[in-house]
């Protein structure tokens, strides 16, 4: 019994040793295999920081390339002129960005952005095609001279209707006031973007009390438009002067004398100058688009007198001292006994070029150059030789002017209309208007307000080579008046002012323009975008217009010729985005 007592102990003994044994190899094993997970855990954490460390850097590059694209005066020049390239480091990762031209959308320049991110072993890459971002109404300054060295703020107003997506570059004043003035109940249908915050710097909601207005949306703090940048404008025009075809450049000249008083003074008063333009009249005949050029024509351009409270007629000032200097309106013009037919709807003509970078070419479009002023706009008395179809444009057609654009009757473009009357988006037809000077809608009543003539001294329909516009007003060929409803359908890029109407009234003691209707404001439709240096007046009290601005979609895909656009912002095409993470060459799925 003894003996089996023993037996059992020695083999209990045994067993817990065994059992010791392997517990010791369990934990062991699993000691390691512990081990091996924290490890592998650990491996795993530093390879996520590091791929997420290649990924923000590489989106810090683009980001810096996006900025460093901002910047720029002009693109395409800046390509020629200088490297479009960078690095970053941010201590434990790097990274690069290249920019570079890649084709033509259209007529509109499309840029490639590469940006690579790197830490450690891993690499981060975004591809990007980007374009200049396209507003409908971009505003340097939502604000008119109201003197050589001062400014107003105009209100958006009862009865105006903007369908048309705006930007509003910061206007940095102080005290901090909104950039946008809104009396009454206006309609802003399309977004919005602000270059200012929505709020002042001690933390006040400037626009709590209009947000409602914007139907469309509105966003704050936005890159700014460069159309205020003088050095900006000019190389698009010296691009558009480069890549014109020489036969459809101008530069007109004074072609008439204006008759003179016995005592040795003009006809007109003190402040009526001789401007010499270019004369246009658009008309579509028998199926086929047409620009007759009179190409050295005489505005009677009137500049008024008195103080600065006297008119609102102002443009930015080219040369020093002040920043605004009154400039002569339109008055009339006479045209000289000579004129050209050009074609503009013919592909095949020389008038239709390309723009060339990087050995890739533009979709071809018509340019006329003119080398000063231009008056665009037939009567109705030229429907005897021109057809019905005057004051229409068929083809793709730019008009640059280092001068003022004076458009002196309705103006739109041939070719198939939306339920909206907006041309559809397939119709090939459409204007580009570049000035250096203003774009402006004319006043045809100041040949007969008393401001341009002294009536007891001539006639101005007697005058030779005079030339009448608009639509007939009365008995005498010279009164003269546009619709009650003037449409302008056009791309409108003006660089030394603004877009609007001449003519308008500081105060009772100046007579304003001669409207279509006598007890309420006419209306100007633009049908296409608008770029300013500053806020245009249309219209002021009953004087003048009220608005609707309507969008041109077909602006945003490339179809006006040449480049005009001025946005600070650059945006992706569609399906023009993609990324990639690499392992040093190796292609990760």
């Known amino acids: 019994m003894k003996q089996q007592r023993q037996q059992f102990r020695s083999k209990r003994r045994g067993s817990i040793l065994a059992l010791t044994v392997i517990l010791v190899i369990v934990l062991t094993l699993t000691g390691a295999a512990l081990l091996k997970v924290a490890h592998g855990q650990l491996m795993q954490a530093v390879r996520v920081k590091n791929q997420e460390a290649a990924f923000s850097a590489a989106e810090a590059a683009y980001e810096r390339a996006a900025f460093w694209m901002s910047q720029q005066v002009d693109m395409l020049n800046s390509l020629e002129k200088s490297q479009a390239s960078g690095t970053l480091d941010f201590g434990n990762s790097t990274s690069d960005y290249a920019i570079t031209f890649s084709t033509f959308l259209g007529a509109r320049p499309v840029y490639r952005i590469e940006a690579n991110g790197y830490c450690g072993i891993f690499q981060h890459t975004i591809q990007a095609y980007v374009v200049q971002a396209v507003s409908g109404w971009d505003?340097?300054?939502?604000?008119?001279?109201?003197?050589s060295n001062s400014t107003i703020a105009l209100s958006f107003v009862t009865g105006d209707i903007l369908d048309i997506p705006m930007h509003v570059n910061d206007l940095k004043d102080g005290p901090d006031n909104r950039d946008v003035y809104i009396s009454g109940s206006p309609r802003f249908l399309s977004h919005v973007s602000m270059g200012e915050s929505r709020y002042t710097a001690g933390g006040s909601d400037k626009y709590s009390s209009v947000m409602g207005r914007f139907e469309g949306g509105i966003s704050f703090s936005q890159p700014a438009s460069l159309i205020a940048n003088a050095d900006s404008v000019n190389q698009r025009v010296n691009r558009f002067r480069t890549y014109t075809h020489p036969s459809y450049q101008f530069t007109p000249t004074v072609s008439h004398t204006l008759p003179k008083h016995s005592r040795g003074t003009t006809g007109f008063r003190n402040?009526?100058?001789?401007?010499?333009?270019?004369?246009?009249?658009?008309?579509?005949?028998?199926?086929?688009?047409?620009?007759?050029?009179?190409?050295?024509?005489?505005v009677a351009a009137y500049t008024r007198g008195g103080g600065d409270s006297s008119t609102y007629d102002y443009r930015i000032n080219p040369g020093s001292?002040?920043?605004?200097?009154?400039?002569?309106?339109?008055?009339?013009?006479?045209?000289?006994?000579?004129?050209?037919?050009?074609?503009?709807?013919?592909?095949?003509?020389?008038?239709?070029?390309?723009?060339?970078?990087?050995?890739?070419?533009s979709r071809p479009g018509a340019q006329i150059f003119v080398d000063g002023n231009v008056v665009i706009g037939a009567a109705q008395e030229d429907m005897a030789v021109l057809g019905s179809m005057i004051n229409t444009v068929k083809g793709q057609l730019s008009v640059v002017a280092t001068g003022n654009i004076w458009i002196a009757n309705t103006l739109e473009v041939y070719g198939t209309r939306q339920a909206d009357n907006m041309p559809t988006l397939d119709n090939p037809n459409i204007l580009g208007l570049i000035s250096q000077g203003v774009i402006k809608v004319v006043d045809p009543g100041m040949t007969t307000n008393g401001l341009l003539y002294n009536p007891s001294f001539f006639n101005v329909s007697t005058l030779p080579g005079y030339s009448p516009?608009?639509?007939?007003?009365?008995?005498?060929?010279?009164?003269?008046?546009l619709p009650g409803?003037?449409?302008?359908?056009?791309?409108?890029?003006?660089?030394?002012?603004?877009?609007?109407?001449?003519?308008?009234?500081?105060?009772?003691?100046?007579?304003?323009?001669?409207?279509?209707?006598?007890?309420?404001?006419?209306?100007?439709?633009?049908?296409?975008?608008?770029?300013?240096?500053?806020?245009?007046?249309?219209?002021?009290?009953?004087?003048?217009?009220?608005?609707?601005?309507?969008?041109?979609?077909?602006?945003?895909?490339?179809?006006?010729?040449?480049?005009?656009?001025?946005?600070?912002?650059?945006?992706?095409?569609?399906?023009?985005?993609?990324?990639?993470?690499?392992?040093?060459?190796?292609?990760?799925?």
């Open 139 to 147: 505003l340097a300054m939502c604000r008119c001279p109201s003197g």
């Open 271 to 298: 402040e009526v100058s001789e401007q010499p333009a270019v004369h246009m009249k658009f008309y579509v005949k028998d199926g086929q688009g047409y620009v007759r050029v009179y190409d050295n024509s005489t």
């Open 321 to 361: 001292g002040s920043k605004y200097i009154k400039y002569p309106i339109y008055g009339c013009h006479f045209n000289s006994g000579t004129y050209t037919d050009i074609r503009i709807d013919d592909p095949t003509s020389p008038i239709y070029v390309t723009q060339e970078f990087g050995g890739v070419q």
């Open 469 to 481: 516009i608009g639509n007939s007003g009365g008995s005498q060929l010279f009164n003269r008046r």
């Open 485 to 589: 409803t003037v449409v302008v359908e056009a791309a409108m890029t003006i660089g030394g002012g603004g877009w609007g109407a001449e003519n308008l009234y500081r105060n009772s003691s100046y007579p304003g323009r001669k409207n279509f209707k006598t007890s309420a404001q006419d209306r100007l439709v633009v049908r296409g975008s608008i770029t300013e240096a500053l806020r245009g007046i249309i219209g002021s009290g009953n004087n003048g217009f009220v608005r609707s601005y309507l969008y041109d979609k077909r602006v945003a895909g490339g179809i006006v010729p040449g480049n005009i656009w001025l946005k600070g912002k650059y945006v992706v095409i569609p399906g023009g985005w993609s990324e990639s993470s690499a392992i040093r060459g190796i292609h990760q799925q």
